[in-house]
C-alpha cells in the first residue's frame, strides 16, 4: 500500500478535462514539494510538474498542478489519446525518505 | 545532453547479490542528488534510495541493511550494491537524479531488470 493516495483510474472523453488527486499527510505532502510523473507502458517515468506547480521547459501547458495542504492535483485540459498513461506523484517525507502515490491509469 | 544509463541487471537466485551501475553524461553525479527507484512487474514506483552530493546516503526501509548506494566519480557513475535478495526485490530498477535537495527527479534512465527466482 503506497504512502500517497491515488485513484487506481480515471477517464474522459477527447478534447475534455481530467484531474487526478494524490492525498498525503503533514509528513509529506503537506510538509514538502510535490512532483508528477507520468509513464508509457515500457518506458521510463517523465517529469510533468515540479514544485508543485512548475512545468519542465517541453511540458505543454495542458499539464498544471496544485497543491493544497496534505493533497495535490495534477490537472489535464485538451485531452489527447496520446495521454493514456500512468501518473505517479511523489514528495519527499520528514523521515528522509521519497514516497511515491499508487499510481493512476488514465483512459482517454 | 543530460543522460543516464543502467546496466547490471539480470536473473539471481534468493539469497545471492549483484550491483547495479548507473553511468552518468552531460552532467557530474558529485555535484547533484543520485537515486534508485524500482518498479515490480505491473506495480507502481517504489523509492529505494538516494545518495546526496556530500555522499550522506538514504535507504528504504524494505532495503536498509541489504542494499548500498555508492558512487564513483572518475567514472561519475552511481552504483547500488544488492545483497541478501529476495523474490519481492524482483523489479525494474531506475536511476534517477534530483537536481537539489529533497526536489524531484528531472532525469531517468531506462531501467535494468532485476529477477530474483530460484
Known amino acids: 500500500q503506497s504512502v500517497l493516495t491515488q485513484p487506481p483510474s480515471v477517464s474522459a472523453a477527447a478534447g475534455q478535462k481530467v484531474t487526478i488527486s494524490c492525498s498525503g499527510s503533514?509528513?509529506?505532502?503537506?510538509?514538502?514539494?510535490v512532483s508528477w510523473y507520468q509513464q508509457f507502458p515500457g518506458a521510463a517515468p517523465k517529469l510533468l510538474i515540479y514544485?508543485?506547480?512548475k512545468r519542465p521547459s517541453g511540458i505543454p501547458d495542458r499539464f498544471s498542478g496544485s497543491k493544497s495542504g496534505t493533497s495535490a492535483t495534477l490537472g489535464i485540459t485538451g485531452l489527447q489519446t496520446g495521454d493514456e498513461a500512468d501518473y505517479y506523484c511523489?514528495?519527499?517525507?520528514?523521515?528522509?525518505?521519497?514516497?511515491f502515490g499508487g499510481g493512476t491509469k488514465l483512459t482517454v | 545532453e543530460e543522460q543516464l544509463v543502467e546496466s547490471g541487471g539480470g536473473l539471481i537466485q534468493p539469497g545471492g547479490s549483484l550491483r547495479l551501475s548507473c553511468a552518468a553524461s552531460?552532467?557530474?553525479?558529485?555535484?547533484?542528488?543520485m537515486s534508485w527507484v524500482r518498479q515490480p512487474p505491473g506495480k507502481g514506483l517504489e523509492w529505494v534510495s538516494t545518495?546526496?552530493?556530500?555522499?550522506?546516503?538514504y535507504y528504504a526501509e524494505s532495503v536498509r541493511g541489504r542494499f548500498t548506494i555508492s558512487r564513483d566519480e572518475a567514472k561519475n557513475t552511481v552504483f547500488l550494491q544488492l545483497s541478501s535478495l529476495r523474490a519481492d526485490d524482483t523489479a525494474l530498477y531506475f536511476c534517477?537524479?534530483?537536481?537539489?535537495?529533497?526536489?524531484?527527479?528531472?532525469?531517468w534512465g531506462q531501467g535494468t531488470p532485476l529477477s530474483v527466482s530460484s
Open positions: 552531460g552532467f557530474s553525479v558529485r555535484r547533484n542528488f
Open positions: 534517477a537524479r534530483e537536481p537539489r535537495v529533497w526536489s524531484f527527479f528531472d532525469v
Open positions: 511523489a514528495s519527499w517525507d520528514k523521515s528522509l525518505i521519497v514516497v
Open positions: 503533514s509528513s509529506n505532502v503537506g510538509h514538502n514539494y
Open positions: 514544485d508543485n506547480d
Open positions: 545518495m546526496y552530493d556530500n555522499g550522506g546516503t
